[in-house]
C-alpha cells in the first residue's frame, strides 16, 4: 500500500508542474491513468485531471473494462468517454522542440494531437530555428491542413447555412447551428425565404468555438398601383410619385407590414386606404379617382362629347367614370365608365369585361343613392340584376341623367 502511495506522490509532482520550456503540458496516456487508478486516487480529483489534460489514446472496451477491474468508478469511465486528445497550441509544440523532445516524438505527438493553428511559414522557420527537424516539420504542416475549429451560427430558426458555397444544413428550432470546419478563411451564408441573405466572411482560429449571430431581415416587398395618370402617391405621408400616362406607378421597394396609402390628383377625388405589404412579394392596388361632382347643369349633363363605340349610335353621349362595387374590399373594385346613349345604358370596363352590360334604358328598373363608409354609392338594377358603382361626389348627377334618358321620345 505504502509503495502504491508513493507512486502517485511521485506521479502527481510530475504532472502538477507548470508547463515551461522544459515541461509541456501533455494529455495522459493510458498507463498513467491505470497507474493512477490503481494508486488509489480519489475519484473527483482522478475525473477532474481527465478534464483539465485530456488523454493521448483511443479507448477500448478491454482497457475500460481493466479499469473498473482496477477500482475505476463509472464517472472516471464516463470523463474519459467524453476526453478527447486536446489539440497543441503554438506554443505547446514550440516547447517540444525548445525542451528537447526528441524529434520523432514531438511528431508522433503532433499527429495524435493535432494542432489548433495555422502554422505559416514564419512559424515553421520558428521552429527549425528552436531545433525543429524536417519529421517535425512535415508533421506540423500536414496538422495544419487539418486542423480544424466549431463554429456556431445562431439565426432564425429552419434557416440554411452554407460555407464556401455549400450547405452545411438548417438552423434547428432554437435557431441555432453547430458545425465544424478547417481553420482559416470562409465565405458564410445563411438564407431563409421571405428574408435577405446574410452574408460575411470569417475566420476560424484556435481551439475556441466561433459564434456568429446572422440576423436575417425581411426581405421588401413591390407595390404595384393602378390609377388615374398623373395621379400622385404617397405611403405614410411620403410622397413615392405619380403614376405615368398609363396611370400606373411601381414601387420596387417597401417595408413589410401596413401601410397607408393616399393618391391625389387635381380635380378629383381623393383615396385612402390601408394596403398590406407581404414579405418578397407583389401587392396590387387599383384606384381609379372619380372625377369631382360639377354643379348640375338645367338640361343635360356637361359630361358630353363622347364617341359611342357603334356606328349605328349618335356621335355624342352621356359617360360617367364609376368603379363597379364587387365585394366588401377594396381590392375588389374595378374602373370603368358609365355610358348612356341611343336609349341604352352600358357597363365598359377594358379590364374586367365580367361584369360589363349593354341594356336597353327600360331595363333600368331601379335607382338608389347610398353612402358606404361615407363614400358615395349608386345601386343600379338593370335586366333584374343589381350593380353598386361608386361615382365620386355627386352620384345624382349619374341618377338624374338616367331618369332624364329615359323620359326623352
Known amino acids: ?206 481551439r475556441q468555438a466561433t459564434q456568429i449571430e446572422a440576423r436575417l431581415e425581411d426581405l421588401p416587398g413591390k407595390i404595384v398601383i393602378q390609377t388615374s395618370p398623373g395621379a400622385d402617391v404617397f405611403i405614410d405621408g411620403a410622397h413615392r410619385g405619380a403614376a405615368d400616362g398609363a396611370g400606373q406607378l411601381v414601387i420596387p421597394e417597401a417595408a413589410p407590414g401596413s401601410h397607408e396609402l393616399r393618391i391625389s390628383a387635381s380635380g378629383r377625388q381623393e383615396h385612402r386606404r390601408s394596403i398590406s405589404v407581404v414579405p418578397g412579394q407583389e401587392s396590387r392596388v387599383e384606384a381609379l379617382l372619380a372625377d369631382l361632382g360639377s354643379p348640375r347643369p338645367q338640361s343635360r349633363p356637361v359630361e358630353v362629347g363622347h364617341r359611342a363605340e357603334a356606328s349605328s349610335e349618335p356621335s355624342t353621349g352621356l359617360r360617367f367614370p364609376v368603379m363597379i362595387e364587387q365585394g366588401w374590399m377594396d381590392e375588389k373594385r374595378r374602373a370603368g365608365y358609365l355610358l348612356i346613349a341611343n336609349g341604352r345604358i352600358k357597363y365598359q370596363n377594358e379590364k374586367d369585361r365580367a361584369h360589363e352590360f349593354d341594356a336597353p334604358l327600360s331595363e333600368a328598373t331601379g335607382l338608389k343613392v347610398s353612402k358606404v363608409l361615407g363614400m358615395p354609392l349608386l345601386y343600379l338594377w338593370v335586366s333584374g340584376k343589381q350593380y353598386k358603382f361608386y361615382v365620386g361626389n355627386q352620384p345624382e348627377n349619374v341618377r338624374d341623367a338616367i331618369e332624364r334618358a329615359k323620359g326623352e321620345p
Open 1 to 206: 500500500m505504502k509503495f502504491r502511495f508513493l507512486i502517485l506522490i511521485m506521479f502527481l509532482a510530475v504532472i502538477a508542474q507548470p508547463a515551461g520550456p522544459q515541461q509541456p503540458n501533455v494529455p495522459l496516456g493510458k498507463d498513467q491513468v491505470m497507474d493512477l487508478v490503481k494508486a488509489g486516487m480519489e475519484t473527483p480529483e482522478l475525473v477532474k485531471l481527465i478534464r483539465e489534460h485530456g488523454i493521448d489514446f483511443d479507448l477500448s472496451e478491454d482497457y475500460l473494462q481493466a479499469l473498473r477491474q482496477a477500482g475505476a468508478k463509472d464517472t472516471v469511465i464516463q470523463a474519459l468517454r467524453a476526453a478527447r486528445p486536446k489539440p497543441l497550441t503554438k506554443e505547446q509544440v514550440l516547447q517540444l522542440v525548445a525542451g528537447g523532445v526528441p524529434s520523432e516524438r514531438a511528431a508522433t505527438l503532433v499527429k495524435q494531437h493535432g494542432i489548433d493553428f495555422l502554422a505559416d511559414e514564419r512559424y515553421l522557420a520558428t521552429l527549425r530555428l528552436a531545433g525543429a527537424d524536417d519529421t517535425l516539420i512535415a508533421a506540423v504542416r500536414e496538422a495544419s491542413a487539418a486542423a480544424t475549429a466549431q463554429l456556431v451560427v445562431e439565426t432564425s430558426p429552419n434557416a440554411e447555412v452554407f460555407l464556401d458555397g455549400e450547405l452545411q444544413g438548417r438552423a434547428n428550432a432554437q435557431g441555432e447551428l453547430t458545425m465544424t470546419a478547417k481553420l482559416g478563411a470562409h465565405a458564410l451564408k445563411v438564407a431563409l425565404n421571405g428574408k435577405k441573405d446574410f452574408e460575411q466572411s470569417i475566420m476560424l482560429a484556435g
